[in-house]
């Protein structure tokens, strides 16, 4: 979490160039910095059910085998 960097056009893969909670540097006002460090994400607990929902989506049945 919190890594940055640049995306790589051919892959969309992230080329990391760093993370904002170890790289305090990076921010020229030391109140923001502080802020920063005090309020460091937590983790949650991993979900077994992912829901994707769209406006265009219709529900069918998958098939694996052949249709004839």
Same mark, same amino acid.
């Given at each position: #979490?919190?890594? &940055?960097?640049?995306?790589?056009? =051919? %892959? !969309? !893969? *992230?080329? +990391?160039? !760093?993370?904002?909670?170890?790289? %305090?540097?990076? &921010?020229?006002?030391? $109140?923001?910095? +502080?802020?920063? =460090?005090?309020? /460091?994400? %937590? *983790?949650?607990? /991993?979900?077994?059910?992912?829901?994707?929902?769209? %406006? /265009?989506? +219709? /529900?069918?049945? *998958? +098939? $694996? !085998?052949?249709? #004839?």
């Amino acid at each position: #979490m919190g890594d &940055y960097g640049t995306v790589d056009v =051919n %892959t !969309g !893969g *992230l080329n +990391k160039e !760093g993370n904002i909670y170890e790289d %305090t540097h990076i &921010y020229e006002d030391e $109140s923001i910095a +502080k802020l920063v =460090n005090e309020h /460091r994400p %937590t *983790l949650a607990a /991993r979900e077994d059910v992912y829901i994707a929902a769209s %406006t /265009r989506v +219709k /529900r069918s049945d *998958l +098939k $694996s !085998g052949a249709e #004839m």
